[in-house]
């Protein structure tokens, strides 16, 4: 399914549901959550030990001091978007995608991590998810591909003219919100090595997460 979100069609319907999903108002605090469930984050994460002997030299290579200066510069950097808070689904993978082909429908399941976001991280969040729990970033989609989703995402029900400027408006403001996902779900991935019981080697995506944070920083920022 991870290929299938390059599909045009899908990726079209997608945009379309996800646009639709965040006009809806849920009752309560409307404060946007990335960056206090990264303060959270952060604080559980540097914190950690493990039993195992080669798990925890991996883990004292990681600088928190770094990874913090890093979460300042973002949300310092993204402040200047005035991206829309939105109720957010905020882990759009495939997995969370279901399509009734008989009915010829799409549908957005599991709100396990929905709360109200800034729309920018919503959009760059899913374009990660191309890559897949593997971080095949090979997978990611290209500007074009973004551009589609975009212009889809904008402009839900066919009824109006996106101009060019509004597309690469929101293509700078989600590929920035993209770094911020890289940084949250590096951080979560931390916590999950230490307490979750699922067989899946969450230190070594941490790593997989931050390292391409790093590589894309620099690259995005240019954009800006």
Known sequence: MFADMRDP?????????????????????????????MAKFIDKASVLSFDDAEKQKKYETISFVEIHNEI????????HFCSPVVFA??????????????????YLIDFEYGS???????????????????????????????????RN?????????VCDAEIEALYVESSTYMLA??????LWALIQAKMSSINFDYLGYFFLRYNQYKMKSKECLQQT
């Open 9 to 37: 069609k899908l990726a079209a319907q997608i945009a379309k549901q996800l646009n639709k999903f965040h006009q809806v108002q849920i009752p309560g605090s409307k404060e946007p959550q990335l960056w206090n469930d």
């Open 72 to 79: 300042y510069k973002l949300k310092e950097l993204t402040s």
């Open 89 to 106: 689904h905020n882990d759009l993978l495939c997995g969370n995608i279901m399509v009734n082909e008989e009915e010829e429908k799409l």
């Open 116 to 150: 109200y976001n800034y729309r920018g991280f919503d959009i760059g969040n899913h374009f990660n998810e191309y890559a897949g729990y593997e971080c095949d970033y090979s997978l990611y989609p290209t500007k074009d591909q973004q551009y589609h989703f975009i």
């Open 153 to 161: 995402y904008l402009n839900p029900d066919g009824q109006k003219e």
């Open 181 to 186: 996902s890289h940084l949250y779900w590096a």
